[in-house]
């Protein structure tokens, strides 16, 4: 069993001279060790409990309690409630651009913990710049009905674009999608699975390529083996052209590797660009240097809103 879990590479026998300890290693990297499984043993397991794609619920950490809402940051807020194609309920919340013309409307989609009042640091910085900010929650995420699941949760993507449209307080030609994370997985596979007219942009933050890569990062071979690669953004981002793609990523994200943005990002068809941020970690690298990149994110959001 030891040599399953590839025991010998990662908690040495005996240290090399008396009173020395090995270096410690992080949890993720002591868990990749672990899970290399070189003959096969821990696979085997782990798919006669869960089954092939049995792992792809581990990728989603849902919370139902409202933490925070745009309110605590002192913004206005529609709530709103929407219905997937399968009928889902579906909660989001509408905030208005605080500037005095809308330059368009983002539909935020958010990453893979908690509940949208979790992540609205990543979007209230747009605001004052002339944009309204649509966020939601995914099918079994804060207040919406139902469970997550990969391509249910792709379905209430366009929800979100289709609940926007009926708004009459805003113009549906001038729609942009941004996601962070696993929202930026599922926006760019939703928008080439099906494009929505009056989308003018797509932008990718801290986006990754492949389920089965990101189940590889974690858990080495027992990861894929239990994961599947279904609608993996690296086989439908092609198809998003001729939208311009803006991808961003840190140098040292630590959950999403920098080589997933640039699997990405090879994968896409032009018109696309990447914005690498040194020191970029996984949830602040609009952050990083003052915010040269929201700087950045929004110079490139004018031009490609012209």
């Given at each position: 069993?030891?040599a399953?879990?590839g025991?010998?590479g990662?908690?040495?026998?005996?240290?090399?001279?008396?009173?020395?300890?090995?270096?410690p290693?992080?949890?993720?990297?002591?868990?990749?060790q672990?899970?290399?499984?070189p003959?096969?043993d821990?696979?085997?397991l782990?798919?006669a409990?869960?089954?092939?794609?049995?792992?792809?619920?581990?990728?989603?950490?849902?919370?139902?309690?409202?933490v925070?809402?745009?309110?605590?940051?002192?913004?206005?807020f529609?709530d709103?409630?929407?219905?997937?194609?399968?009928?889902?309920?579906l909660?989001?919340?509408?905030?208005?651009?605080?500037?005095?013309?809308?330059?368009g409307t983002?539909?935020?989609?958010?990453?893979?913990t908690?509940a949208?009042?979790?992540h609205?640091?990543f979007?209230t910085?747009?605001?004052?710049?002339?944009?309204?900010?649509?966020m939601?929650?995914?099918?079994g995420f804060?207040?919406?009905?139902?469970k997550?699941?990969?391509h249910?949760?792709?379905?209430?993507?366009?929800?979100?674009?289709?609940?926007?449209?009926?708004?009459?307080?805003?113009?549906?030609?001038?729609?942009i999608?941004m996601?962070?994370?696993?929202?930026a997985?599922?926006?760019?596979?939703?928008?080439a699975?099906?494009?929505?007219?009056?989308?003018?942009a797509?932008?990718?933050?801290?986006?990754?390529a492949?389920?089965?890569?990101?189940?590889?990062?974690?858990a080495?071979?027992v990861?894929?083996?239990?994961?599947?690669d279904?609608?993996?953004p690296k086989?439908?981002v092609?198809?998003?052209?001729?939208?311009?793609?803006?991808?961003?990523?840190?140098t040292?994200?630590?959950?999403?590797p920098?080589?997933?943005?640039?699997?990405?990002?090879?994968?896409?068809?032009?018109p696309k660009?990447m914005?690498?941020?040194?020191g970029?970690?996984h949830?602040?690298?609009?952050?990083?240097n003052?915010g040269?990149?929201?700087?950045?994110?929004?110079?490139w959001?004018?031009?490609?809103?012209k």
């Open positions: 069993m030891a399953a879990l025991l010998a990662v908690l040495p026998l005996a240290a090399e001279e008396p009173g020395q300890r090995p270096p290693m992080s949890p993720r990297v002591l868990l990749h672990l899970t290399r499984d003959d096969g821990l696979s085997v782990a798919r409990f869960v089954g092939k794609g049995g792992g792809n619920s581990l990728f989603y950490f849902p919370t139902h309690d409202p925070e809402t745009p309110a605590t940051w002192g913004c206005k529609d709103v409630w929407f219905k997937s194609a399968d009928g889902t309920r909660h989001g919340w509408f905030l208005p651009t605080s500037a005095k013309v809308a330059k983002i539909v935020f989609s958010h990453g893979n908690g949208m009042g979790y609205l640091g979007v910085w747009l605001l004052p710049e002339g944009f309204n900010v649509m939601y929650d995914y099918r804060g207040g919406s009905s139902g997550p699941e990969r249910g949760m792709i379905e209430d993507v366009h929800a979100a674009f289709d609940y926007i449209k009926t708004r009459k307080d805003l113009d549906p030609n001038r729609l999608s996601g962070h994370s696993l929202g997985a599922k926006s760019i596979t939703a928008l699975e099906r494009p929505v007219p009056g989308v003018r797509v932008v990718s933050d801290a986006g990754f492949s389920y089965c890569d990101m189940a590889d990062c974690v080495g071979k990861g894929t083996d239990i994961v599947t279904d609608w993996s086989d439908w092609a198809k998003i052209a001729p939208l311009p793609l803006l991808i961003i990523h840190g040292e994200d630590e959950v999403v920098l080589a997933e943005g640039k699997v990405l990002f090879a994968s896409a068809a032009m660009t914005f690498t941020v040194e970029g970690h949830g602040n690298s609009l952050w990083r003052n040269e990149y929201r700087a950045k994110t929004l110079e959001l004018r031009d490609a809103m």
